[in-house]
Protein backbone atom coordinates (compact mmCIF):
# COMPACT_ATOMS: atom_id res chain seq x y z
CA UNK A 1 0.00 0.00 0.00
CA UNK A 2 1.67 3.34 -0.50
CA UNK A 3 1.85 6.41 1.71
CA UNK A 4 4.05 5.94 4.84
CA UNK A 5 2.23 5.45 8.23
CA UNK A 6 2.34 8.70 8.81
CA UNK A 7 0.63 10.28 6.43
CA UNK A 8 -2.70 7.80 7.03
CA UNK A 9 -4.54 5.97 9.60
CA UNK A 10 -4.94 2.15 9.27
CA UNK A 11 -8.04 0.41 10.87
CA UNK A 12 -9.31 -3.56 10.57
CA UNK A 13 -12.81 -3.47 8.95
CA UNK A 14 -14.89 -6.23 8.52
CA UNK A 15 -17.70 -6.73 5.45
CA UNK A 16 -20.10 -9.77 5.49
CA UNK A 17 -19.57 -10.65 1.76
CA UNK A 18 -23.26 -12.11 0.98
CA UNK A 19 -22.21 -14.04 -2.14
CA UNK A 20 -19.54 -16.00 -0.45
CA UNK A 21 -21.51 -16.24 3.30
CA UNK A 22 -18.74 -15.26 5.22
CA UNK A 23 -16.55 -12.35 6.48
CA UNK A 24 -14.12 -10.52 4.92
CA UNK A 25 -11.21 -8.82 6.58
CA UNK A 26 -9.36 -5.30 5.55
CA UNK A 27 -7.07 -3.14 6.08
CA UNK A 28 -9.35 0.16 6.22
CA UNK A 29 -6.61 2.73 5.59
CA UNK A 30 -7.89 6.87 5.56
CA UNK A 31 -6.08 9.71 4.05
CA UNK A 32 -6.42 12.91 5.74
CA UNK A 33 -5.08 14.87 3.35
CA UNK A 34 -7.41 14.29 0.60
CA UNK A 35 -10.21 12.55 2.39
CA UNK A 36 -9.91 9.16 0.54
CA UNK A 37 -9.59 5.37 1.60
CA UNK A 38 -8.04 2.20 0.63
CA UNK A 39 -9.27 -1.48 1.38
CA UNK A 40 -6.87 -4.24 1.32
CA UNK A 41 -7.64 -7.57 1.34
CA UNK A 42 -5.58 -8.95 4.55
CA UNK A 43 -6.25 -12.57 3.53
CA UNK A 44 -5.71 -12.74 -0.12
CA UNK A 45 -3.21 -9.75 0.46
CA UNK A 46 -3.82 -7.82 -2.18
CA UNK A 47 -5.68 -4.26 -2.77
CA UNK A 48 -9.36 -4.37 -2.72
CA UNK A 49 -10.36 -0.95 -3.30
CA UNK A 50 -7.76 1.43 -4.88
CA UNK A 51 -7.34 4.70 -3.08
CA UNK A 52 -10.64 6.87 -3.58
CA UNK A 53 -12.75 9.55 -1.91
CA UNK A 54 -16.24 8.40 -0.64
CA UNK A 55 -18.27 11.36 -0.22
CA UNK A 56 -19.79 11.38 3.45
CA UNK A 57 -16.98 9.69 4.63
CA UNK A 58 -14.18 11.57 7.39
CA UNK A 59 -12.20 10.73 10.42
CA UNK A 60 -14.57 11.26 12.74
CA UNK A 61 -16.54 8.30 11.51
CA UNK A 62 -13.35 5.67 12.18
CA UNK A 63 -13.71 4.18 15.60
CA UNK A 64 -14.13 1.02 17.09
CA UNK A 65 -17.24 -0.36 16.44
CA UNK A 66 -18.31 2.35 13.74
CA UNK A 67 -19.65 0.96 10.34
CA UNK A 68 -18.72 2.68 6.89
CA UNK A 69 -21.02 2.31 3.83
CA UNK A 70 -17.75 2.24 0.88
CA UNK A 71 -19.23 2.06 -1.90
CA UNK A 72 -22.08 -0.05 -1.39
CA UNK A 73 -20.82 -2.29 1.33
CA UNK A 74 -20.77 -1.87 4.56
CA UNK A 75 -17.79 -1.85 6.76
CA UNK A 76 -17.46 -2.28 10.50
CA UNK A 77 -14.20 -1.18 12.35
CA UNK A 78 -13.02 -3.91 14.40
CA UNK A 79 -9.55 -2.44 15.77
CA UNK A 80 -6.70 -0.21 15.29
CA UNK A 81 -4.26 -1.54 12.34
CA UNK A 82 -1.13 -0.27 13.55
CA UNK A 83 -0.29 1.60 16.92
CA UNK A 84 0.39 4.68 15.40
CA UNK A 85 -3.19 5.34 14.46
CA UNK A 86 -4.13 4.26 18.20
CA UNK A 87 -2.21 6.42 20.08
CA UNK A 88 -3.19 9.42 17.56
CA UNK A 89 -6.96 9.11 18.01
CA UNK A 90 -7.96 6.90 20.52
CA UNK A 91 -8.74 9.38 22.82
CA UNK A 92 -10.54 11.50 20.46
CA UNK A 93 -12.77 8.70 19.22
CA UNK A 94 -13.72 7.26 22.76
CA UNK A 95 -16.89 5.02 22.97
CA UNK A 96 -19.41 5.23 25.92
CA UNK A 97 -23.06 4.92 26.62
CA UNK A 98 -26.14 6.70 27.75
CA UNK A 99 -29.44 5.88 28.44
CA UNK A 100 -32.07 8.75 28.02
CA UNK A 101 -34.98 7.11 30.65
CA UNK A 102 -38.88 7.58 30.47
CA UNK A 103 -39.26 11.42 29.48
CA UNK A 104 -41.34 13.11 26.74
CA UNK A 105 -39.97 13.00 23.43
CA UNK A 106 -39.51 16.53 23.22
CA UNK A 107 -37.61 16.34 26.76
CA UNK A 108 -35.55 13.54 25.06
CA UNK A 109 -35.02 15.55 22.03
CA UNK A 110 -33.46 18.46 23.97
CA UNK A 111 -30.83 16.09 25.86
CA UNK A 112 -29.97 14.71 22.27
CA UNK A 113 -28.96 18.17 21.01
CA UNK A 114 -26.98 18.99 24.83
CA UNK A 115 -24.62 16.01 23.53
CA UNK A 116 -24.40 16.74 19.51
CA UNK A 117 -24.07 20.69 20.39
CA UNK A 118 -21.10 19.42 22.76
CA UNK A 119 -18.81 17.86 20.02
CA UNK A 120 -20.11 14.03 20.84
CA UNK A 121 -21.60 12.32 18.33
CA UNK A 122 -24.81 9.91 18.30
CA UNK A 123 -23.55 6.62 16.48
CA UNK A 124 -25.87 3.73 17.73
CA UNK A 125 -29.47 4.47 19.27
CA UNK A 126 -32.62 2.82 19.72
CA UNK A 127 -35.84 2.82 22.00
CA UNK A 128 -36.62 -0.13 24.17
CA UNK A 129 -38.51 -1.57 26.65
CA UNK A 130 -36.91 -2.76 29.59
CA UNK A 131 -37.23 -5.94 31.77
CA UNK A 132 -36.29 -6.35 35.22
CA UNK A 133 -33.14 -8.50 34.16
CA UNK A 134 -32.55 -5.72 31.70
CA UNK A 135 -32.70 -3.21 34.81
CA UNK A 136 -30.29 -5.55 36.81
CA UNK A 137 -27.72 -5.96 34.04
CA UNK A 138 -27.54 -2.35 33.32
CA UNK A 139 -27.28 -1.40 36.86
CA UNK A 140 -25.22 -4.11 38.11
CA UNK A 141 -22.89 -1.55 40.30
CA UNK A 142 -26.22 -0.67 42.22
CA UNK A 143 -28.49 -3.79 43.20
CA UNK A 144 -26.93 -2.93 46.87
CA UNK A 145 -28.05 0.58 46.79
CA UNK A 146 -31.35 1.65 48.86
CA UNK A 147 -32.73 3.31 45.41
CA UNK A 148 -33.16 0.70 43.58
CA UNK A 149 -36.16 -0.82 44.39
CA UNK A 150 -37.33 2.68 43.09
CA UNK A 151 -35.37 2.04 39.76
CA UNK A 152 -37.24 -1.10 39.46
CA UNK A 153 -40.37 0.60 39.86
CA UNK A 154 -39.35 3.44 37.88
CA UNK A 155 -37.74 2.00 34.35
CA UNK A 156 -39.87 -2.12 34.49
CA UNK A 157 -41.69 -2.16 31.50
CA UNK A 158 -40.71 1.18 30.42
CA UNK A 159 -39.64 2.93 26.82
CA UNK A 160 -36.03 4.62 26.91
CA UNK A 161 -33.37 5.01 24.49
CA UNK A 162 -29.83 3.97 24.58
CA UNK A 163 -27.57 6.00 22.82
CA UNK A 164 -23.88 5.17 21.51
CA UNK A 165 -21.51 8.88 22.29
CA UNK A 166 -18.44 9.07 20.58
CA UNK A 167 -16.02 11.69 20.89
CA UNK A 168 -12.79 12.97 22.98
CA UNK A 169 -12.94 11.62 26.45
CA UNK A 170 -16.25 10.78 26.01
CA UNK A 171 -16.91 8.72 29.13
CA UNK A 172 -15.68 11.61 31.32
CA UNK A 173 -16.92 14.33 29.33
CA UNK A 174 -20.76 12.89 29.19
CA UNK A 175 -20.49 12.27 32.51
CA UNK A 176 -19.40 15.57 33.09
CA UNK A 177 -22.23 16.92 30.96
CA UNK A 178 -25.22 14.75 32.61
CA UNK A 179 -24.18 16.17 36.13
CA UNK A 180 -24.36 14.48 39.56
CA UNK A 181 -27.13 12.02 40.31
CA UNK A 182 -28.72 13.85 42.21
CA UNK A 183 -30.92 16.49 39.98
CA UNK A 184 -30.48 19.02 43.15
CA UNK A 185 -26.62 18.31 44.08
CA UNK A 186 -26.14 19.09 40.00
CA UNK A 187 -24.07 21.87 38.74
CA UNK A 188 -26.69 24.60 36.87
CA UNK A 189 -26.69 24.10 33.08
CA UNK A 190 -25.93 20.26 33.12
CA UNK A 191 -28.34 18.23 31.67
CA UNK A 192 -29.82 16.60 35.24
CA UNK A 193 -29.70 19.75 37.09
CA UNK A 194 -32.43 20.69 33.53
CA UNK A 195 -34.30 17.68 33.35
CA UNK A 196 -34.16 16.05 36.23
CA UNK A 197 -36.36 15.61 39.48
CA UNK A 198 -34.47 12.86 42.12
CA UNK A 199 -32.25 10.23 42.26
CA UNK A 200 -34.29 7.69 40.55
CA UNK A 201 -35.91 10.14 37.66
CA UNK A 202 -32.69 12.02 36.83
CA UNK A 203 -32.99 11.67 32.88
CA UNK A 204 -30.06 9.57 32.02
CA UNK A 205 -27.93 6.57 33.31
CA UNK A 206 -24.14 7.59 31.92
CA UNK A 207 -21.88 4.32 31.81
CA UNK A 208 -19.01 5.24 34.74
CA UNK A 209 -16.26 4.19 32.65
CA UNK A 210 -14.78 2.86 29.96
CA UNK A 211 -14.95 -0.83 30.89
CA UNK A 212 -19.07 -0.50 31.80
CA UNK A 213 -19.78 1.66 28.80
CA UNK A 214 -18.49 -1.41 26.72
CA UNK A 215 -20.52 -3.83 28.85
CA UNK A 216 -23.09 -1.85 28.51
CA UNK A 217 -22.99 -1.29 24.64
CA UNK A 218 -22.61 -5.42 24.20
CA UNK A 219 -26.16 -5.59 26.09
CA UNK A 220 -28.21 -3.03 24.72
CA UNK A 221 -27.29 -3.03 21.11
CA UNK A 222 -26.90 -7.18 20.86
CA UNK A 223 -25.41 -8.88 18.16
CA UNK A 224 -28.08 -10.44 15.28
CA UNK A 225 -28.50 -13.76 17.46
CA UNK A 226 -29.86 -12.29 20.66
CA UNK A 227 -31.90 -9.15 18.55
CA UNK A 228 -35.02 -10.99 18.89
CA UNK A 229 -34.76 -12.14 22.49
CA UNK A 230 -33.39 -8.82 23.88
CA UNK A 231 -34.14 -5.30 24.45
CA UNK A 232 -36.12 -5.58 20.83
CA UNK A 233 -37.38 -3.04 18.59
CA UNK A 234 -40.70 -1.58 20.04
CA UNK A 235 -43.18 -1.29 16.62
CA UNK A 236 -46.60 -1.29 17.39
CA UNK A 237 -47.89 -1.96 13.73
CA UNK A 238 -51.06 -0.43 14.82
CA UNK A 239 -52.37 2.55 12.98
CA UNK A 240 -48.63 4.17 12.31
CA UNK A 241 -46.06 5.62 9.76
CA UNK A 242 -42.63 5.62 9.21
CA UNK A 243 -40.99 8.45 9.14
CA UNK A 244 -37.31 8.63 8.91
CA UNK A 245 -34.83 11.39 9.68
CA UNK A 246 -32.35 11.31 6.43
CA UNK A 247 -28.19 10.64 6.73
CA UNK A 248 -27.90 14.74 6.34
CA UNK A 249 -29.85 15.76 9.19
CA UNK A 250 -28.00 13.20 11.52
CA UNK A 251 -24.72 14.84 10.68
CA UNK A 252 -26.03 18.38 11.13
CA UNK A 253 -27.24 17.87 14.47
CA UNK A 254 -30.94 18.03 13.48
CA UNK A 255 -32.40 15.02 15.02
CA UNK A 256 -33.27 16.36 18.35
CA UNK A 257 -35.36 19.24 17.58
CA UNK A 258 -36.65 16.95 14.59
CA UNK A 259 -37.93 14.86 17.89
CA UNK A 260 -39.13 18.05 19.37
CA UNK A 261 -41.38 19.17 16.46
CA UNK A 262 -42.48 15.51 16.48
CA UNK A 263 -43.87 15.60 20.30
CA UNK A 264 -45.08 19.04 19.85
CA UNK A 265 -46.55 18.42 16.62
CA UNK A 266 -49.16 16.19 17.84
CA UNK A 267 -47.10 12.26 17.46
CA UNK A 268 -45.55 9.64 19.74
CA UNK A 269 -42.46 8.11 18.76
CA UNK A 270 -43.89 4.45 19.41
CA UNK A 271 -40.15 2.73 18.48
CA UNK A 272 -36.81 4.05 17.11
CA UNK A 273 -33.49 2.69 15.53
CA UNK A 274 -30.73 4.28 14.10
CA UNK A 275 -29.29 2.11 10.86
CA UNK A 276 -27.03 2.41 7.96
CA UNK A 277 -29.05 1.45 4.20
CA UNK A 278 -26.96 -0.88 2.00
CA UNK A 279 -27.59 0.80 -1.54
CA UNK A 280 -29.86 -2.38 -2.89
CA UNK A 281 -32.05 -1.58 0.12
CA UNK A 282 -32.68 2.00 -0.33
CA UNK A 283 -33.04 1.56 -4.03
CA UNK A 284 -35.90 -0.82 -3.05
CA UNK A 285 -37.69 1.23 -0.45
CA UNK A 286 -37.41 3.72 -2.84
CA UNK A 287 -38.20 1.50 -6.04
CA UNK A 288 -41.94 3.12 -6.73
CA UNK A 289 -40.33 6.66 -7.57
CA UNK A 290 -38.26 4.88 -10.05
CA UNK A 291 -38.36 6.35 -13.50
CA UNK A 292 -41.46 8.55 -12.05
CA UNK A 293 -39.44 11.46 -9.69
CA UNK A 294 -36.13 12.95 -11.37
CA UNK A 295 -34.45 12.79 -7.94
CA UNK A 296 -34.97 8.66 -7.70
CA UNK A 297 -31.24 8.56 -7.97
CA UNK A 298 -30.16 11.32 -5.47
CA UNK A 299 -32.85 9.75 -2.67
CA UNK A 300 -30.97 6.30 -3.11
CA UNK A 301 -27.68 7.67 -2.58
CA UNK A 302 -28.91 9.94 0.36
CA UNK A 303 -30.33 7.56 2.10
CA UNK A 304 -27.78 5.21 2.08
CA UNK A 305 -24.92 7.83 3.13
CA UNK A 306 -24.36 7.07 6.11
CA UNK A 307 -26.42 6.52 9.63
CA UNK A 308 -30.58 7.51 9.38
CA UNK A 309 -32.30 7.48 12.30
CA UNK A 310 -35.95 4.95 11.70
CA UNK A 311 -38.91 5.90 13.80
CA UNK A 312 -42.71 4.48 13.97
CA UNK A 313 -44.96 7.31 14.62
CA UNK A 314 -48.31 7.47 15.66
CA UNK A 315 -50.74 10.05 16.39
CA UNK A 316 -51.51 11.15 19.95
CA UNK A 317 -54.93 11.59 19.17
CA UNK A 318 -55.32 7.82 17.81
CA UNK A 319 -58.86 8.28 16.56
CA UNK A 320 -56.57 10.18 13.68
CA UNK A 321 -55.25 8.34 11.16
CA UNK A 322 -51.59 9.00 11.56
CA UNK A 323 -50.01 8.75 8.42
CA UNK A 324 -52.63 11.30 7.19
CA UNK A 325 -52.05 13.60 9.24
CA UNK A 326 -48.07 13.17 9.69
CA UNK A 327 -47.72 13.59 6.71
CA UNK A 328 -49.16 17.19 7.12
CA UNK A 329 -46.73 17.88 9.43
CA UNK A 330 -43.61 16.81 7.30
CA UNK A 331 -45.02 18.94 4.27
CA UNK A 332 -44.20 19.46 0.78
CA UNK A 333 -40.97 17.03 -0.72
CA UNK A 334 -39.56 21.16 -1.99
CA UNK A 335 -38.21 22.78 1.37
CA UNK A 336 -37.87 25.73 -0.65
CA UNK A 337 -41.91 25.42 -1.45
CA UNK A 338 -42.51 24.47 2.27
CA UNK A 339 -40.55 27.89 3.42
CA UNK A 340 -43.11 29.56 1.32
CA UNK A 341 -46.78 27.79 1.79
CA UNK A 342 -46.18 25.40 4.76
CA UNK A 343 -43.11 27.47 7.21
CA UNK A 344 -44.10 25.29 10.26
CA UNK A 345 -43.50 22.26 8.44
CA UNK A 346 -40.45 19.78 9.14
CA UNK A 347 -39.34 19.96 5.57
CA UNK A 348 -39.73 24.02 5.65
CA UNK A 349 -37.68 23.86 9.39
CA UNK A 350 -34.81 21.28 8.58
CA UNK A 351 -34.67 20.19 4.74
CA UNK A 352 -32.12 22.25 2.45
CA UNK A 353 -33.19 20.30 -1.11
CA UNK A 354 -35.68 17.99 -2.15
CA UNK A 355 -32.69 15.13 -1.75
CA UNK A 356 -31.65 16.49 1.39
CA UNK A 357 -35.03 17.07 2.77
CA UNK A 358 -34.37 16.43 6.22
CA UNK A 359 -37.17 13.71 6.67
CA UNK A 360 -38.69 11.14 4.74
CA UNK A 361 -42.45 9.94 5.50
CA UNK A 362 -45.10 7.71 4.05
CA UNK A 363 -46.79 9.53 1.06
CA UNK A 364 -50.19 7.08 1.21
CA UNK A 365 -52.13 6.06 4.45
CA UNK A 366 -52.19 2.38 3.22
CA UNK A 367 -48.16 2.81 3.04
CA UNK A 368 -46.97 3.64 6.65
CA UNK A 369 -47.57 0.28 7.81
CA UNK A 370 -45.62 -1.64 4.55
CA UNK A 371 -43.35 1.21 5.10
CA UNK A 372 -42.64 0.44 9.11
CA UNK A 373 -42.82 -3.77 8.83
CA UNK A 374 -39.87 -2.93 6.17
CA UNK A 375 -37.55 -0.60 8.37
CA UNK A 376 -38.26 -2.81 11.94
CA UNK A 377 -38.75 -6.30 10.47
CA UNK A 378 -37.01 -6.84 6.80
CA UNK A 379 -34.24 -4.66 7.22
CA UNK A 380 -33.95 -5.78 11.45
CA UNK A 381 -33.03 -9.08 10.03
Same mark, same amino acid.
Given at each position: ????????????????????????????????????????????????????????????????????????????????????????????????????????????????????????????????????????????????? =??????? /?? #????????? %?? +?? &?????????????????????????????????????????????????????????????????????????????????????????????????????????????????????????????? =??????? /?? #????????? %?? +?? &??????????????????????????????????????????????????????????????????
Amino acid at each position: MEGSYSDKYIFIGEWYDNQASLIRRFNVSYYPTDDTVEMYDIKNRKTFIRRVKINGITIDQFYIGGTLNILGRLVKIVDFACENTKNRIQKDMEVTFAMIKPLPTSTAGKIITHFMEAGLRITRMKKARLTTEDISTIYKTMLTD =PTFPFLL /DH #LTGQLVIGV %EL +VG &KNAVDFSKKMSGDRDPLKAEPGTIRALYGKDKVRNCLHIAHDAECAKKDLEYFFPPPAYRTTRLRLTATLSNCTLCIVKPHAVREGKLGRILECIDEGGFDVTALNMMMVENVNAAEFYEVYKGIV =PEYKGMV /DE #LASGACVAM %EI +VA &KDRTLNSAVEFRKLVGPTDPEIARLLRPHTLRAKFGTSKVKNAVHCSDLSEDGLLEVEYFFKILDL
